[in-house]
Nanobody, 124 residues
Framework: QVQLVESGGGLAQAGDSLRLSCELAGNSPWTYTMAWFRQAPGQERLFVAGITWNGATTEYADAVKDRFTISRDNGKNTMYLQMNNLKPEDTAVYYC?????????????????WGQGTQVTVSS
């Protein structure tokens, strides 16, 4: 059973930094791609960043490029999202996702496993 647990969300001011973590509870028999999505109230779930199993490929949404960095530590079964220079428009619930594909998928429809989400709120 795949269980993803996010942590690290909270309140921040514009220009601050936060780091989100997503831990895969238990061990997976597969290699897998992981990603972060976010969803603001009344809006669809949007791709933020993704990373392949060995970290060789990362993808970012244009809105976060050059501000956010995705990484993973397979030895700890954990993925991270370092968020710098936060903006009020980054306010959303952030979800981590996992899929057994070998490429980064940017549609939420491509992911089979999801965490419960962590709230990030950025004030101006």
């Amino acid at each position: 059973q795949v269980q993803l647990v996010e942590s690290g969300g909270g309140l921040a001011q514009a220009g601050d930094s936060l780091r989100l973590s997503c831990e895969l509870a238990g061990n997976s028999p597969w290699t897998y791609t992981m990603a972060w999505f976010r969803q603001a109230p009344g809006q669809e779930r949007l791709f933020v960043a993704g990373i392949t199993w060995n970290g060789a490929t990362t993808e970012y949404a244009d809105a976060v490029k050059d501000r956010f960095t995705i990484s993973r530590d397979n030895g700890k079964n954990t993925m991270y999202l370092q968020m710098n220079n936060l903006k009020p428009e980054d306010t959303a619930v952030y979800y981590c996702a996992l899929d057994r594909s070998a490429v980064v998928l940017t549609s939420h429809l491509g992911y089979d496993y999801w965490g419960q989400g962590t709230q990030v709120t950025v004030s101006s």
